[in-house]
């Protein structure tokens, strides 16, 4: 099944936060995913720090405990 398959490719967080940051090994890949129940809440912010990590313009603060890098 397609689905299964992408499914367990992903980054999944090990906790209910969301994961924000470039991928390793492949800095062109930026990750982010939602976190438990308040990705919707939290959707635009999370877009303008993912745009302005990308863009290497200041933008919001990333949470510690959102940052890929210190959760993989």
Not at 8 to 17: C, F, I
Not at 52 to 58: K, P, S, W, Y
Request: aromatic letters at 6%; proline letters at 8%; a positive charge.
């Amino acid at each position: 099944d397609v689905g299964e398959r992408w499914a367990n490719l992903r980054m999944q967080p090990k906790g209910r936060d969301p994961l924000l940051g470039a991928a390793p090994d492949s800095p062109c890949i930026y990750v982010a995913t939602g976190g438990f129940k308040i990705s919707f809440g939290i959707a635009h912010r999370m877009a303008q720090c993912a745009l302005a990590h990308i863009l290497n313009e200041v933008g919001p603060m990333v949470p510690e405990s959102f940052r890929l890098e210190n959760r993989v």
